[in-house]
C-alpha cells in the first residue's frame, strides 16, 4: 500500500503522511460523504477528544474542527512540529466521562 503525503486540510503542515477523515463517522451514516485528508496526529487526537456522535451532531466540517476550542490548542502545538514527529496521544478524561 501506497503511503500518500502532502498538506494536512487541518493543521496545514505540509509533507506529512495522511490519512482519510470521514467528516461524519461511517457509523454515523457518513460512509459515502465528505472526507478531509489529515496527518495521522490531528486524526488521532480528533477521535481521543471527541466520540463519533459528537463530531456528526456538532464538528461535521474542517473549519468546525478548526475553530473548536479543544482542537485549537492542539492545532496550535502541532503546527510546531516537525512533519516527521511522532506525538503520543492519550485519550480526554471528559470523552471517557461521556462514554459511561
Same mark, same amino acid.
Given at each position: *500500500?501506497?503511503?500518500?503525503?502532502? @498538506?494536512?486540510?487541518?493543521?496545514?503542515?505540509?509533507?506529512? +503522511?495522511?490519512? +482519510?477523515? !470521514?467528516?461524519?463517522? #461511517?457509523? +454515523?451514516?457518513?460512509? !459515502?460523504? /465528505?472526507?478531509?485528508?489529515?496527518?495521522?496526529?490531528? !486524526?488521532?487526537?480528533? !477521535?481521543?477528544?471527541?466520540?463519533?456522535?459528537?463530531?456528526?451532531?456538532?464538528?461535521?466540517?474542517? %473549519? %468546525?474542527? /478548526?475553530?473548536? +476550542?479543544?482542537?485549537?490548542?492542539?492545532? %496550535?502545538?502541532?503546527? #510546531? /512540529?516537525?512533519?516527521?514527529?511522532?506525538? #503520543? *496521544?492519550?485519550?480526554?478524561?471528559?470523552?471517557? @466521562?461521556?462514554?459511561?
Amino acid at each position: *500500500m501506497k503511503r500518500r503525503t502532502g @498538506q494536512c486540510e487541518l493543521c496545514t503542515r505540509n509533507e506529512v +503522511e495522511l490519512t +482519510e477523515h !470521514h467528516l461524519i463517522p #461511517k457509523e +454515523e451514516g457518513g460512509a !459515502h460523504l /465528505q472526507t478531509a485528508m489529515l496527518c495521522k496526529p490531528c !486524526h488521532k487526537q480528533i !477521535h481521543n477528544l471527541y466520540t463519533n456522535r459528537e463530531l456528526a451532531v456538532r464538528l461535521g466540517t474542517v %473549519k %468546525k474542527l /478548526q475553530n473548536d +476550542e479543544q482542537l485549537k490548542k492542539f492545532i %496550535k502545538f502541532i503546527r #510546531k /512540529q516537525p512533519s516527521s514527529a511522532r506525538v #503520543k *496521544m492519550r485519550k480526554s478524561n471528559e470523552k471517557n @466521562q461521556r462514554r459511561r
